[in-house]
């Protein structure tokens, strides 16, 4: 499976900005997604997940209500819109894809086999 980001860039703090996944080589509506990202010096983070089948979306506390994930199967491509971003969502932002089931949703970095190589967003005060 690879996976490709885009879309990330400068912003300044409270924009917005929108990433894109593109994916390949797994059957995309039937993989569980995920959005990640690490700042400089800390460990990867979960964002946000998609589920194949299973329809659903969870996101982490930090995030929720300020990002929104989407996915769209006929375009093989996963989405995560950024807004009020501030100066501490600076991080390189990655897509995951994940060989279990796609009925759940899934959080921890293990539980994902595929990573894209990731798409830096840079938030400016």
């Known amino acids: 499976v690879q996976l490709v980001e885009s879309g990330g860039g400068l912003v300044q703090a409270g924009g917005s900005v929108n990433l894109s996944c593109v994916a390949s080589g797994r059957t995309f509506s039937r993989t569980s997604l995920g959005w990640f990202r690490q700042a400089a010096g800390k460990e990867r983070e979960f964002l946000a997940s998609t589920s194949g089948r299973g329809g659903g979306t969870f996101y982490s506390v930090p995030v929720k209500g300020r990002f929104t994930v989407s996915r769209d199967n006929d375009k093989n491509t996963m989405y995560l819109q950024l807004s009020d971003l501030k100066v501490d969502d600076t991080a390189v932002y990655y897509c995951?894809?994940?060989?279990?089931?796609?009925?759940?949703?899934?959080?921890?970095?293990?539980?994902?086999?595929?990573w894209g190589e990731g798409t830096q967003v840079t938030v400016s005060s």
């Open positions: 995951a894809a994940s060989a279990h089931s796609d009925y759940f949703i899934y959080t921890r970095t293990d539980e994902y086999d595929y």
